[in-house]
Each structure stands twice: as structure tokens, then as C-alpha cells.
């Protein structure tokens, strides 16, 4: 059995090994055969350069550029290989040598225009003119309150120096004598404001604040009939109405000093507490008159006739 086992394993191996030598038929010719491929003419057919507008509108044909020089060497042609004809141009490489700043002249302008921008001249910077200070203002710029009088004199000149009205006037602190430095005094608390962004834009360490000197004023006059025959009191010219006991003081005495008589009264309590400057009094509504035309033409200050006790 063993023999038999042996004797068949070999007879496959051998049928493994040559029957497929009998299947095949010859081997493939290895003979190499050489065919020569002629390209056949390029058509007749005429090409022409088309520029045609980016954003619709009607083609444009230019002129046609000049021949080249036969048998130049730097020439690049398009070549059509679609059904339909499609645009053709030459383009031409500089030679060596030549000038590569150099731009070729192109015979029509439609083709390509190179214009040279003109640069956008800065705009003028205009300088906004200082707020304008008024005596009769009622707002003001506080910047500070020193007890050095030298360094509130250095304030009032760099201040003066950008054009800003500033000026000094005594304070305290602490019970010891100060000066405090102020901008101003300006109608309305935007043109404050206006000096105060001036001075803080040439200092940044500058920065005041914009407070209320003057409280508003009567909108009319008293009429002649405030005060009844049998009333008592009289009539005065009120210039104008302060939260600072000092600046009442300072127009007091710039009135006395201008020959009117003029004191000072307060009114309110607390925060609205008001320091007022008047002339006066006078017994009658035709004397408070004559006060407020003498200090228009004196102290340019259009008062407000009232009345008082």
C-alpha cells in the first residue's frame, strides 16, 4: 500500500510538471517590426487676434502686428486643436540684450493701456480755532488746586500757550491759603468741553473737568408791578449767580473798582446754595435801569432787573 501511495504520488507530480508543456502551443515571437507615421499637413486656415470686451459689448479687431523675422527662434504659437477656430497670437520674448523695461508699442490702444496713478494728495489738516472765553460764561474747566503758587503759574502759561483762556484764583485746603487754576469762563458747557478735549489732546496728564460757575440767570425782568406801593423794598441788578463764594466776590469787587455800588447775598441751602451779585439797591424801577445800562458800557455785563427785600 505504501508502494502504491508513492507510485501515484509521483505520477501526479510528473503530470503536473509536463502536461501543460503538451497543452501550450509556441512560444510568442519575439520579431520587431518598424512602421513609419507620417503627419499629415496643417490645414489652410486663416487666424486672426479678437479682444473681446470683459463685460459684454461689441469685439473689437486690432490691427495685425507686424511679421516677425523668419527663422527667429523666440516665438511661441497657440495652435487650434478644437472643431472651431479659435483665437491664435504670437508672442515674441525679448532677445537677449535688450532692454527688459522696454514695453513694445501696441498698434491699436484698445488692446492694453498702461496709465501711470496719479497719488491722492493728503487732505489739509485744518486747526479748529480755542474755544472763546466769555466774562460773563457759566461754566468753567477746574484743573486743580495747588498749594505751590509757581506751579499754578506754569499751568497758566502752558494752557495760554495752546491758545486757552486760564486763569488763578485763590482757594484753601485745609485751612492753608491755595490757588486753584480754572479755563474759561465759557457761555455753554460744550464749548467747556471743547477747551477741556484741547488741552488734554496737547497734555494727557491734563485732565480737568468741566463744572458750573454761574447759575442761569432770570429770563425776564421783574415787571414794574414786583413791588406794590405799599411794599417794602427796592430794586436791584442782579449780574449773575455763583457757586463759588469767591467768584462772587472777584465780579463784586470789579464792579466797585468800575465806580457801581454792588454785594453780594445768598440763596438756597446745601448743594444749591448760590452766591449772588447785584447793584443797587435803588428805590425806584427807573434807578435799577440806569445801573444796568452803567455796567453794560463798564463790565460788557447785561444784568437782570429784580427785586429785593
Do not use: C
Not at 197 to 214: H, P, R, T
Not at 232 to 249: I, P, R, T
Not at 277 to 283: A, I, K, N, Q, S
Request: charged residues 20%.
Amino acid at each position: 500500500m505504501k508502494q502504491r501511495l508513492i507510485g501515484a504520488a509521483v505520477l501526479i507530480a510528473l503530470a503536473v510538471i509536463f502536461v501543460p508543456m503538451f497543452l501550450s502551443g509556441s512560444p510568442p515571437s519575439t520579431e520587431t517590426v518598424t512602421e513609419s507615421l507620417s503627419i499629415p499637413p496643417a490645414p489652410e486656415r486663416e487666424f486672426q487676434t479678437r479682444v473681446v470686451a470683459a463685460e459684454g459689448g461689441k469685439a473689437t479687431t486690432p490691427t495685425p502686428l507686424a511679421e516677425h523675422a523668419a527663422g527667429s527662434g523666440d516665438k511661441v504659437a497657440t495652435v487650434d486643436a478644437g472643431a472651431n477656430p479659435r483665437l491664435a497670437s504670437e508672442v515674441a520674448y525679448p532677445q537677449a540684450g535688450a532692454n527688459p523695461t522696454a514695453t513694445p508699442a501696441l498698434s491699436n490702444p484698445a488692446v492694453a493701456t498702461t496709465r501711470p496713478i496719479a497719488p491722492t494728495p493728503p487732505k489739509p489738516v485744518v486747526e479748529r480755532a480755542a474755544p472763546t472765553a466769555s466774562s460773563t460764561g457759566r461754566y468753567a474747566v477746574h484743573l486743580g488746586i495747588f498749594a505751590n503758587s509757581g506751579n499754578a503759574d506754569a499751568l497758566v502759561a502752558s494752557a495760554k500757550k495752546h491758545g486757552l483762556t486760564a486763569y488763578v484764583e485763590s482757594a484753601e485746603v485745609d485751612g492753608k491759603p491755595a490757588t486753584r487754576v480754572r479755563l474759561g469762563p465759557y457761555e455753554d458747557r460744550s464749548t467747556a468741553e471743547a477747551a477741556r478735549l484741547k488741552l488734554q489732546k496737547a497734555d494727557a496728564k491734563l485732565k480737568g473737568s468741566v463744572v458750573e460757575i454761574v447759575a442761569a440767570q432770570p429770563k425776564a425782568d421783574a415787571p414794574a408791578t414786583a413791588l406794590s406801593a405799599n411794599r417794602a423794598g427796592g430794586w436791584a441788578v442782579q449780574l449773575g449767580a455763583f457757586k463759588s463764594h469767591d467768584e462772587a466776590n472777584k465780579l463784586s469787587a470789579r464792579a466797585k473798582g468800575a465806580g457801581l455800588p454792588s454785594f453780594v447775598d445768598s440763596t438756597g441751602q446745601g448743594a444749591e446754595k448760590l452766591w449772588r451779585v447785584r447793584l443797587g439797591p435803588e428805590p425806584d424801577r427807573a434807578g435799577s435801569e440806569k445801573l444796568r445800562d452803567q455796567a453794560r458800557q463798564k463790565l460788557t455785563i447785561s444784568g437782570m432787573i429784580v427785586t429785593v427785600p
